[in-house]
T-cell receptor, first 111, second 113 residues
């Protein structure tokens, strides 16, 4: 079945450093969604990318969808302690209604 | 946050007992999902529903059943709980269409001893 892997599994940065998580799918995706889960919380939708090569920005966060629509990345510039949490990518394949989530990257930010 | 309520929020039970988790939504969304979250596995889909009485299996459906008799309620049942089903369970909802985001409930922490 479809697999979506994320690397790294965990990253610890100092506040102000940049952070990037990478998402790789074993199959071509129709779209990619990104979610953030704070410790003890539930996943919260951040953004969706649909087009090949698409890039979207939300303040310090930059999201990219690969040309082949099999990978994606999330880059955070100048991390803050409020960025702490686990970031998940998730994608649909074909016309499927089911969303496959990546394994997640846990980000820890210290002062 | 979307109007999604999961109950109970925490439950401890013994192996072999039946367990039912409830997800209630006030958004009138068509799609409802049950996921389990375990360390190193992310979120894995158990079952989902695309309408009243319309359900389908996800990637980890063995040992679980679901029912949806009303738009607003989606029940997840573990017929005979096992320790491997200890997990955090999340319900999610979405409107019709792949391009719609999913909105999650606060989760149920289930421990099976």
């Amino acid at each position: 079945g479809q697999q979506v892997m994320q690397i790294p599994q965990y990253q610890h940065v100092q506040e102000g450093e940049d952070f990037t998580t990478y998402c790789n799918s074993s199959t071509t995706l129709s779209n990619i969604q990104w979610y953030k889960q704070r410790p003890g919380g539930h996943p919260v939708f951040l953004i969706q990318l649909v087009k090949s090569g698409e890039v979207k920005k939300q303040k310090r966060l930059t999201f990219q969808f690969g040309e082949a629509k099999k990978n994606s990345s999330l880059h955070i510039t100048a991390t803050q302690t409020t960025d702490v949490g686990t970031y998940f990518c998730a994608g649909h394949t074909g016309t499927a209604s089911k969303l496959t989530f990546g394994t997640g990257t846990r980000l820890q930010v210290t002062l | 946050d979307a109007g999604i309520t999961q109950s109970p929020r925490h439950k401890v039970t013994e192996t072999g007992t039946p367990v039912t988790l409830r997800c209630h939504q006030t958004e009138n969304h068509r799609y409802m999902y049950w996921y389990r979250q375990d360390p190193g596995h992310g979120l894995r889909l158990i079952h989902y529903s695309y309408g009243v009485k319309d359900t389908d299996k996800g990637e980890v459906s063995d040992g679980y059943s679901v029912s949806r008799s009303k738009t607003e309620d989606f029940l997840l049942t573990l017929e005979s709980a096992t320790s491997s089903q200890t997990s955090v369970y999340f319900c999610a909802i979405s409107e019709l269409g792949q391009l719609q985001p999913q909105h999650f409930g606060d989760g149920t922490r289930l421990s099976i001893l």
